[in-house]
């Protein structure tokens, strides 16, 4: 006759307690290490037993050993104690923002920076954390983040798209930047006025991208045409290949620009000297109200967020030493 569901739900306490007799063999040594008193482990063996239908251990002069039931019941129970150990485990990486899956978006400039910056930060403390991130127009990113495909992006807010369905939290602008090839004819110590760069050969973002439009802002302020003479393309790669290659010139955010001139990667790139600040408007770090954040989404978000903060904070000292030869 089957026994009854309730009678098999044994405790992980119980479990502990029968595989530290078949590994010492002696009740009063089982007792201590799971710190039991030796009465109390006792009766909690006699409790398994009684739940189980059948004695475990054959009580000995020099010990207790395993039944045929009990080697039957303990091979299971080692497997059982081990599977719950790692779900209490699981459930407090998971709790502590230190397991999971987060799956991010961002402009550019934030992701080539900050994100990248936060993302390795965070996975110092949890190495089996996925995450996913996706670098894309603000309107795409809105896309995806009202469709719930994505915890939180680093975009602009377009009034196409309802900013009561976020939570938002503001970030800064970019500033642009003109990189051009080493050994371009306008490479050298001197500033660049628009009036040389009208003429030139462009590789730009698409009509409407924020950098773009930026870019095409700061002719007009000098009273000069747009530049006649551009290759259009969304595509940083693409970008990167065709100024290697060219004398062409491309308006990118200053944090791009940084990462291809610095010294972790040293592109054959050189940033132009030019007479005037341009800027991108600012940013936003958005989560959809509607769809609470996991405690990895909630780590990451926080750490892009103190990121950003530190290097606002350091900005001025950087910029006094930038080169920009």
């Given at each position: 006759?089957?026994?009854?569901?309730?009678?098999?739900?044994?405790?992980?306490?119980?479990?502990?307690?029968?595989?530290?007799?078949?590994?010492?063999?002696?009740?009063?040594?089982?007792?201590?290490?799971c710190g039991l008193t030796q009465p109390a482990?006792?009766?909690?063996?006699?409790?398994?037993?009684?739940?189980?239908?059948?004695?475990?251990?054959?009580?000995?002069?020099?010990?207790?050993?395993?039944?045929?039931?009990?080697?039957?019941?303990?091979?299971?129970?080692?497997?059982?104690?081990?599977?719950?150990?790692?779900?209490?485990?699981?459930?407090?990486?998971?709790?502590?923002?230190?397991?999971?899956?987060?799956?991010?978006?961002?402009?550019?400039?934030?992701?080539?920076?900050?994100?990248?910056?936060?993302?390795?930060?965070?996975?110092?403390?949890?190495?089996?954390?996925?995450?996913?991130?996706?670098?894309?127009?603000?309107?795409?990113?809105?896309?995806?983040?009202?469709?719930?495909?994505?915890?939180?992006?680093?975009?602009?807010?377009l009034p196409d798209f309802d900013s009561r369905?976020?939570?938002?939290?503001?970030?800064?602008?970019?500033?642009?930047?003109?990189?051009v090839r080493t050994g371009h004819p306008l490479?050298?110590?001197?500033?660049?006025?628009?009036?040389?760069?009208?003429?030139?050969?462009?590789?730009?973002?698409?009509?409407?991208?924020?950098?773009?439009?930026?870019?095409?802002?700061?002719?007009?302020?000098?009273?000069?045409?747009?530049?006649?003479?551009?290759?259009?393309?969304?595509?940083?790669?693409?970008?990167?290949?065709?100024?290697?290659?060219?004398?062409?010139?491309?308006?990118?955010?200053?944090?791009?620009?940084?990462?291809?001139?610095?010294?972790?990667?040293?592109?054959?790139?050189?940033?132009?000297?030019?007479?005037?600040?341009?800027?991108?408007?600012?940013?936003?770090?958005?989560?959809?109200?509607?769809?609470?954040?996991?405690?990895?989404?909630?780590?990451?978000?926080?750490?892009?967020?103190?990121?950003?903060?530190?290097?606002?904070?350091?900005?001025?000292?950087?910029?006094?030493?930038?080169?920009?030869?």
């Open positions: 006759m089957s026994l009854a569901p309730l009678r098999l739900m044994l405790k992980p306490a119980q479990l502990r307690l029968i595989l530290e007799i078949a590994d010492t063999g002696q009740l009063q040594q089982a007792a201590l290490t482990a006792s009766r909690m063996l006699a409790e398994t037993e009684r739940q189980l239908g059948a004695a475990l251990f054959l009580r000995q002069p020099k010990g207790m050993s395993p039944t045929e039931i009990g080697l039957n019941v303990l091979r299971r129970a080692g497997v059982i104690l081990h599977e719950m150990q790692a779900m209490a485990a699981d459930v407090s990486a998971l709790s502590d923002g230190l397991a999971g899956s987060v799956h991010v978006g961002a402009v550019t400039g934030p992701a080539v920076d900050y994100l990248v910056a936060a993302i390795r930060e965070v996975k110092q403390h949890a190495p089996e954390a996925d995450v996913t991130v996706d670098v894309m127009p603000s309107r795409e990113l809105l896309t995806h983040l009202t469709a719930g495909e994505m915890d939180f992006v680093l975009a602009r807010i369905d976020f939570v938002i939290h503001p970030m800064r602008d970019e500033e642009v930047t003109f990189l490479v050298g110590p001197e500033v660049v006025g628009f009036g040389d760069l009208s003429g030139r050969e462009w590789i730009m973002q698409q009509r409407g991208a924020p950098i773009r439009q930026a870019t095409l802002e700061a002719f007009a302020a000098e009273g000069l045409p747009e530049p006649r003479n551009v290759v259009n393309s969304p595509s940083l790669l693409f970008t990167l290949s065709y100024l290697a290659q060219s004398d062409a010139i491309a308006p990118l955010s200053a944090e791009v620009a940084q990462l291809l001139t610095g010294p972790s990667v040293g592109a054959r790139f050189r940033r132009l000297a030019i007479d005037r600040d341009i800027r991108v408007p600012p940013y936003y770090m958005l989560n959809l109200r509607r769809r609470p954040l996991s405690p990895l989404a909630q780590r990451l978000k926080a750490t892009v967020i103190q990121k950003v903060s530190r290097q606002d904070t350091e900005e001025p000292e950087i910029r006094a030493q930038t080169d920009w030869s």
